[in-house]
Nanobody, 119 residues
Framework: QVQLVESGGGLVQAGGSLRLSCAASGLTFRFYTMAWFRQAPGKEREFVATIPRSGGPTDYSDSAKGRFTISRDNGKNTVYPQMNSLKPEDTAVYYC????????????WGQGTQVTVSS
């Protein structure tokens, strides 16, 4: 079955950096648009960044633009967000998701990884 497994979360001070990973299995990774979402306590899940099958162009939320960089390695079936200049408001559970060719929604989701940014 399809599995998306996130890793790399943790506790970091404001201004610091983290690199998350999402390893995919059970699907033909290069055929899927990949994305990252996040959900903070008491808030709705929100879009963070997306990367198409070819690797570009990427798209970011306003809050992520200029600080986060999404990339993918189709040979390793893995997608990464590099998150720099982290702020306390970036504290959330981060999820990766996969959307198939022609699909309008993200069908597959990971279990999430916690990112906590201390002030």
């Amino acid at each position: 079955q399809v599995q998306l497994v996130e890793s790399g979360g943790g506790l970091v001070q404001a201004g610091g950096s983290l690199r998350l990973s999402c390893a995919a299995s059970g699907l033909t990774f290069r055929f899927y648009t990949m994305a990252w979402f996040r959900q903070a306590p008491g808030k709705e899940r929100e879009f963070v960044a997306t990367i198409p099958r070819s690797g570009g162009p990427t798209d970011y939320s306003d809050s992520a633009k200029g600080r986060f960089t999404i990339s993918r390695d189709n040979g390793k079936n893995t997608v990464y967000p590099q998150m720099n200049s982290l702020k306390p408001e970036d504290t959330a559970v981060y999820y990766c998701a996969a959307r198939a060719i022609g699909a309008e929604t993200y069908l597959y989701w990971g279990q999430g990884t916690q990112v906590t940014v201390s002030s």
